[in-house]
């Protein structure tokens, strides 16, 4: 599936203490985080996203959301 939109951020330190901190963000906005330091994905509320972590690039697909929200906000909620 194609994403609608990828968001690429190159990690400085600790990969797991940033996914960690990046799971918490989006769990605490009511979505579901599944998966491990390399990968996984994000789901809830008609949103539906992967990630991946690979040489310190953190790389994140939108593949669904809703019409509602619009993409600037979801520019801020994605940032690890």
């Known amino acids: 599936m194609t994403p609608l939109k990828t968001y690429s951020y190159q990690i400085d330190g600790n990969p797991e203490m940033v996914l960690g ?22 789901s809830g509320f008609g949103f539906k996203a992967t990630y991946s972590l690979q040489d310190q690039n ?5 593949h669904e959301k809703p019409a509602l929200i619009p993409w600037a906000m979801l520019d801020e909620h994605m940032k690890p």
């Open 21 to 42: 901190n990046f799971r918490n963000k989006i769990q605490s906005k009511g979505l579901n985080v599944e998966g491990d330091v390399n990968s996984g994905t994000v």
């Open 58 to 62: 953190l790389t994140i697909d939108v």
